[in-house]
């Protein structure tokens, strides 16, 4: 089973001290493909923030070696800390999410690599992100051309400054 965003969505997250059922876990990367922090879109209560990994357990759940009290709930955060990160979220989630002041709303969305891009002349779109099995790093952005064809984008491929700046 691969650990993709598609499949982080309905989760129960696996902490060093027990579980976080989410609707969606967001992972964060920097342009070094490197994963810096989890948005975790929590059933009944406000999303939140770990500073920290999301991985494949052993049984085919998504955890973290973070503890549960370690979460930071999302408005607390300034928004400035998504400025040089993206993530990839196909639902627009934050769109439509209340009760999260409009600045930092808007930070999250900006973030976003769900739009399309170009590369050369080829148009493609963001079908789903494939993370490292230890969820560290992002393994390829996995896109569709207007053919449906699929291509496979990993780091060193795709310059995401310049792709989504």
Partial sequence: ???TQRWLVNRKVRTADGDILTKYVFPFWNRDWQIVLTLLDRFGAPPEILHATIHMGAKGQPETHARTAEATPLISVEPGIFRELFHYDPWWVFRGMG????????????TNIAHPFHLGKQAYKVHDVEFEPSG????ALVAKDHLFKVKRFGPGELDLDETWP
């Avoid at 999260?100 to 900006?110: G, K």
């Avoid at 560290?136 to 393994?139: L, Y």
């Fill in 1 to 3: 089973m691969e650990l």
């Fill in 99 to 110: 009760g999260i002041p409009l600045e930092l709303r808007d930070a999250v969305i900006e």
């Fill in 136 to 139: 560290e790093k992002v393994k």
